[in-house]
Protein backbone atom coordinates (compact mmCIF):
# COMPACT_ATOMS: atom_id res chain seq x y z
CA UNK A 1 0.00 0.00 0.00
CA UNK A 2 1.36 3.33 -0.60
CA UNK A 3 2.15 6.51 1.75
CA UNK A 4 -0.35 8.91 -0.26
CA UNK A 5 -3.47 8.10 1.19
CA UNK A 6 -6.14 6.36 -0.75
CA UNK A 7 -10.07 7.89 -0.69
CA UNK A 8 -12.25 5.25 0.17
CA UNK A 9 -15.26 7.20 0.29
CA UNK A 10 -17.40 7.72 -2.49
CA UNK A 11 -17.87 11.15 -4.08
CA UNK A 12 -21.21 11.87 -3.50
CA UNK A 13 -20.62 11.77 0.73
CA UNK A 14 -20.88 15.67 0.72
CA UNK A 15 -23.35 15.93 -1.29
CA UNK A 16 -25.63 12.98 0.73
CA UNK A 17 -24.11 14.91 3.74
CA UNK A 18 -24.55 18.52 3.09
CA UNK A 19 -26.47 19.26 0.05
CA UNK A 20 -29.46 16.91 0.40
CA UNK A 21 -30.82 17.40 3.69
CA UNK A 22 -30.63 21.62 2.96
CA UNK A 23 -32.54 20.50 -0.55
CA UNK A 24 -35.13 18.09 1.38
CA UNK A 25 -35.63 20.48 4.40
CA UNK A 26 -35.55 23.33 2.86
CA UNK A 27 -38.03 22.60 0.20
CA UNK A 28 -40.51 20.61 3.24
CA UNK A 29 -40.30 23.48 5.20
CA UNK A 30 -41.03 26.33 2.38
CA UNK A 31 -44.44 23.67 1.57
CA UNK A 32 -45.33 23.32 5.14
CA UNK A 33 -45.14 27.32 5.91
CA UNK A 34 -46.91 28.19 2.91
CA UNK A 35 -50.06 25.54 4.30
CA UNK A 36 -49.79 27.72 6.84
CA UNK A 37 -49.16 31.32 5.97
CA UNK A 38 -51.28 30.32 2.47
CA UNK A 39 -53.75 27.64 2.87
CA UNK A 40 -55.66 28.58 0.08
CA UNK A 41 -53.23 28.15 -2.58
CA UNK A 42 -53.35 24.39 -2.01
CA UNK A 43 -56.14 22.35 -3.34
CA UNK A 44 -58.30 19.07 -2.54
CA UNK A 45 -57.97 16.61 -5.45
CA UNK A 46 -61.83 17.75 -5.75
CA UNK A 47 -60.91 21.51 -6.59
CA UNK A 48 -61.28 22.81 -3.69
CA UNK A 49 -58.99 24.07 -0.94
CA UNK A 50 -57.46 21.60 1.08
CA UNK A 51 -58.38 20.29 4.39
CA UNK A 52 -56.78 21.80 7.88
CA UNK A 53 -55.12 18.64 8.64
CA UNK A 54 -53.09 18.46 5.73
CA UNK A 55 -50.66 21.68 7.50
CA UNK A 56 -50.57 19.22 10.41
CA UNK A 57 -49.39 16.12 8.08
CA UNK A 58 -46.61 18.13 6.38
CA UNK A 59 -45.65 19.84 10.08
CA UNK A 60 -45.41 16.19 11.62
CA UNK A 61 -43.44 14.74 8.06
CA UNK A 62 -40.78 17.97 8.09
CA UNK A 63 -39.81 17.58 11.74
CA UNK A 64 -40.01 13.85 11.72
CA UNK A 65 -38.12 13.72 8.24
CA UNK A 66 -35.44 16.57 8.99
CA UNK A 67 -34.45 14.83 12.61
CA UNK A 68 -34.34 11.40 10.51
CA UNK A 69 -31.93 13.33 7.75
CA UNK A 70 -29.65 14.88 10.38
CA UNK A 71 -29.30 11.73 12.17
CA UNK A 72 -28.25 9.77 9.50
CA UNK A 73 -26.40 12.39 7.34
CA UNK A 74 -24.53 13.78 10.33
CA UNK A 75 -22.87 10.14 10.55
CA UNK A 76 -21.44 10.20 7.70
CA UNK A 77 -18.06 10.56 7.20
CA UNK A 78 -15.19 11.38 4.29
CA UNK A 79 -12.58 8.50 4.95
CA UNK A 80 -9.30 7.77 3.54
CA UNK A 81 -6.44 5.11 4.40
CA UNK A 82 -2.87 4.42 3.81
CA UNK A 83 -0.24 1.82 5.67
CA UNK A 84 -1.01 3.02 9.09
CA UNK A 85 -4.03 5.24 9.96
CA UNK A 86 -7.36 6.38 8.55
CA UNK A 87 -7.80 10.11 7.85
CA UNK A 88 -11.57 10.83 8.88
CA UNK A 89 -13.34 14.47 7.86
CA UNK A 90 -16.62 15.73 8.44
CA UNK A 91 -15.40 18.33 6.21
CA UNK A 92 -15.21 20.73 9.39
CA UNK A 93 -12.93 18.76 11.59
CA UNK A 94 -10.21 16.29 10.13
CA UNK A 95 -8.88 13.47 12.29
CA UNK A 96 -6.29 10.76 12.16
CA UNK A 97 -6.92 7.31 13.58
CA UNK A 98 -4.57 4.76 13.92
CA UNK A 99 -5.22 1.35 11.89
CA UNK A 100 -4.39 -0.43 15.49
CA UNK A 101 -7.78 1.81 16.97
CA UNK A 102 -10.03 -0.59 14.52
CA UNK A 103 -11.53 -3.02 16.22
CA UNK A 104 -14.30 -3.85 13.64
CA UNK A 105 -14.98 -3.04 10.02
CA UNK A 106 -18.67 -4.01 9.08
CA UNK A 107 -20.90 -3.12 5.86
CA UNK A 108 -24.78 -2.71 5.74
CA UNK A 109 -26.05 -4.66 2.96
CA UNK A 110 -29.66 -3.67 3.24
CA UNK A 111 -28.93 -0.07 2.97
CA UNK A 112 -28.52 1.80 -0.45
CA UNK A 113 -24.76 2.88 -1.22
CA UNK A 114 -24.20 -0.14 1.63
CA UNK A 115 -22.33 1.95 4.53
CA UNK A 116 -19.30 0.74 6.04
CA UNK A 117 -19.16 1.36 9.80
CA UNK A 118 -15.97 0.97 11.33
CA UNK A 119 -15.62 0.85 15.04
CA UNK A 120 -12.93 1.61 17.26
CA UNK A 121 -11.15 -0.05 20.61
CA UNK A 122 -10.71 3.35 22.30
CA UNK A 123 -13.07 6.86 21.62
CA UNK A 124 -11.73 9.18 18.58
CA UNK A 125 -13.11 13.15 18.24
CA UNK A 126 -16.03 11.74 16.55
CA UNK A 127 -16.94 8.90 19.20
CA UNK A 128 -16.52 5.08 18.63
CA UNK A 129 -17.51 4.37 15.53
CA UNK A 130 -17.58 6.29 12.38
CA UNK A 131 -19.39 5.51 8.99
CA UNK A 132 -19.50 6.21 5.43
CA UNK A 133 -20.83 5.01 1.66
CA UNK A 134 -18.20 3.62 0.03
CA UNK A 135 -16.88 4.26 -3.79
CA UNK A 136 -19.77 2.32 -6.37
CA UNK A 137 -18.88 -0.88 -7.36
CA UNK A 138 -20.21 -2.92 -9.82
CA UNK A 139 -19.88 -6.50 -7.84
CA UNK A 140 -22.80 -8.73 -6.54
CA UNK A 141 -25.07 -7.38 -4.36
CA UNK A 142 -24.18 -9.75 -1.32
CA UNK A 143 -20.24 -10.15 -1.96
CA UNK A 144 -18.57 -7.97 0.99
CA UNK A 145 -17.10 -4.25 -0.29
CA UNK A 146 -13.29 -4.23 -1.63
CA UNK A 147 -13.50 -1.69 0.71
CA UNK A 148 -14.01 -2.90 3.67
CA UNK A 149 -11.46 -5.99 3.00
CA UNK A 150 -9.13 -3.38 2.23
CA UNK A 151 -9.49 -1.68 6.06
CA UNK A 152 -9.40 -5.65 7.33
CA UNK A 153 -6.32 -6.56 5.90
CA UNK A 154 -4.36 -3.04 6.29
CA UNK A 155 -5.62 -3.34 10.04
CA UNK A 156 -4.14 -6.79 9.70
CA UNK A 157 -1.07 -6.02 8.26
CA UNK A 158 -0.73 -3.28 10.78
CA UNK A 159 -1.36 -4.93 14.27
CA UNK A 160 -0.71 -8.40 13.51
CA UNK A 161 -4.45 -9.79 14.14
CA UNK A 162 -6.02 -12.54 12.09
CA UNK A 163 -9.91 -10.73 11.89
CA UNK A 164 -11.22 -7.44 12.47
Known amino acids: M ?3 PRTLSSVQT ?3 KVLFPVV ?3 GFAIATLSLFVFPNSWRADSGGPAGPLL ?3 FLCATLAGAAFIVWAAGRL ?3 RMDATALYISNYSTDIVVP ?3 VAEVTEDYWVGGHP ?3 RFHTPTEFGLEVMFIPKIRWSGFWATHPAVDEIRVAVSRAT ?3 RV
Open 99 to 101: LAN
Open 77 to 79: KRV
Open 24 to 26: WIG
Open 55 to 57: KWI
Open 116 to 118: VTI
Open 160 to 162: GRD
Open 14 to 16: FAM
Open 2 to 4: SSE
